[in-house]
């Protein structure tokens, strides 16, 4: 066992299933804030490629390691790319905007009062008379009229205003695969450089465009793994080759409440919840789960029961945003959401369901008898070694009701799996019984109890990727 690694220190039923994300801003750009949020139940840390330089990256990555190792607890590393920047330009104050007046939008002018509004996105290229265009988080509808060579014109649906650099949507427009920037492809070219685990990919609309970034992620001999951020509405009719193309997936629920309905999103993200557990993919639910906690000390009561909800579900992890990037109270947020997600997996008398999937291979096979034999048989908890992690990922898909502890040799491989559903990492040597080894291990740091039941899943070859074929059952003296 590594110096850095741990022993648990909590009882076993309060092991947090559903894991906590936390994107790194101004309010947490130090190693003390990094260190207290992953005391406080951060599983995996977002740099957000949308704001701030690599050099701040640069010292947030070496922050997270630092802690990580300090804790004992491997810790994800997500890097989150800024995709299309649709969004309005530069311009002095507000523009008052009413219902019914005609609009005119140019990509980069220098605004003059009653000219064309700027824009950061050259809106010509992609947009089509007819299609709806939502300006500052939707708070000015308008339907394009026009488009001519160099001039979008809309029509206001509802009066309102809008002030520089709002955000733009776009629900009804196809980009026709060109969702990654030049500026995207020089952020995986650092990204690839550095210690991250994933790579988040903003605006998705077909599997092509998972493909294009997987394949620019190989070009760079990266081994970060890629997520998908479902914030599109051809994302959305498309999401089953998504889910299969990728390794995780986020439901990014800001833009998809856009780009979709607000009434569809909450169904939209069980279904996506649903498609990764019967795919083996990581599921996170993210945006304003906590929002209120930006700028006050408790969250509103419908936040409580969003995140619970998200629990309840099984997704894999929930992610802040705002709440700790530039809110007021980041560690109390953690705490909050930490609190939350253990009541509910001890309290709720509904349990996550396994989506049974297609897959009739042997690790799929093995990934079934093992959680059917562990509720059998009572276990305390389900020991998993796991080369390449995929064999705890599809234990993980059953949502099993006990914790999944996963045995890897490779720290990066552990540092993925530190936000999949149940599960605790831990890096050993490649060694025959490792599984066994672990768990006299936990037995002898009071994690487990004379007595105790735990099953147990290895290889005949330690090490190798896909070589899951022997189920042990122990009881511990």
């Known amino acids: 066992m590594t110096k850095a690694i741990q022993a648990p220190k909590i009882p076993l039923k309060k092991f947090k299933r559903s894991k906590i994300i936390a994107t790194i801003g101004p309010a947490t750009h130090s190693y003390q804030s990094v260190y207290d949020l992953m005391k406080s139940g951060v599983n995996g840390f977002r740099l957000n490629c949308s704001h701030g330089t690599n050099s701040e990256r640069d010292q947030q990555i070496k922050w997270v390691r630092r802690a990580s190792k300090s804790l004992g607890k491997p810790v994800a590393i997500i890097l989150d790319l800024q995709g299309p920047k649709i969004r309005l330009g530069d311009f ?30 050259n809106l010509t290229k992609k947009v089509k008379r007819g299609e709806r265009m939502y300006l500052f988080d939707g708070r000015v509808r308008t339907t394009i009229t026009s488009v001519g060579e160099d001039i979008v014109r809309a029509r206001a649906e509802n009066s309102g205003f809008v002030t520089q650099r709002k955000g733009i949507n776009l629900p009804d427009t196809d980009f026709g695969g060109d969702v990654i920037t030049t500026k995207d492809k020089k952020d995986i070219v650092y990204g690839a450089g550095q210690d991250i685990d994933f790579v988040a990919m903003s605006f998705v609309q077909t599997v092509n465009d998972v493909n294009k ?75 304003q789960m906590m929002a209120s906690m930006t700028d006050a000390p ?62 009739s291979s042997i690790q799929s096979s093995i990934s079934s008898a093992l959680i059917t034999l562990a509720h059998q048989v009572e276990a305390k908890a389900i020991v998993v070694e796991t080369a390449s992690g995929v064999t ?43 599984g066994i080894k672990m768990t006299t291990w936990l037995r002898n740091h009071k994690v487990f109890k004379k007595d105790d039941i735990v099953v147990i899943s290895s290889g005949k070859y330690p090490g190798k990727v896909g070589g899951t074929d022997t189920i042990k059952v122990r009881k511990l003296d």
Request: aromatic share 6%; glycine share 6%; proline share 6%.
């Open 92 to 121: 002095e104050g507000m523009i008052q905007i009413q219902t019914g007046q005609e609009l005119e939008f140019k990509y980069k002018c220098e605004y003059v009062s009653g000219g064309p509004i700027p824009t950061q996105y």
């Open 213 to 287: 970034l997987r394949r620019l992620l190989k070009n760079q001999n990266s081994s970060a793994r890629l997520i998908t951020k479902i914030e599109t509405r051809p994302a959305v009719e498309n999401i089953d080759e998504i889910v299969k193309a990728s390794d995780g997936v986020m439901v990014a629920r800001g833009d998809l409440a856009f780009e979709t309905e607000p009434e569809s999103v909450p169904i939209v993200q069980r279904i996506i919840i649903g498609k990764c557990q019967e795919y083996g993919r990581i599921s996170i639910v993210a945006t």
């Open 298 to 359: 408790e969250p509103t009561r419908a936040e409580v029961s969003d995140v619970a909800t998200a629990a309840i579900v099984g997704s894999d992890a929930v992610m802040l945003s705002d709440e700790t990037a530039v809110g007021k109270y980041p560690i109390e947020t953690v705490q909050m959401m930490k609190r939350i997600l253990v009541y509910t997996q001890i309290n709720s008398p509904l349990k996550p369901v396994f989506y049974k999937s297609e897959d």
């Open 392 to 434: 705890a990922l599809s234990v993980a898909a059953h949502r099993p009701s006990m914790p999944i502890f996963m045995i890897t040799d490779k720290q990066r491989v552990a540092q993925q799996l530190a936000i999949v559903y149940g599960g605790k990492s831990f890096v050993r040597p490649k060694a025959d019984s490792a």
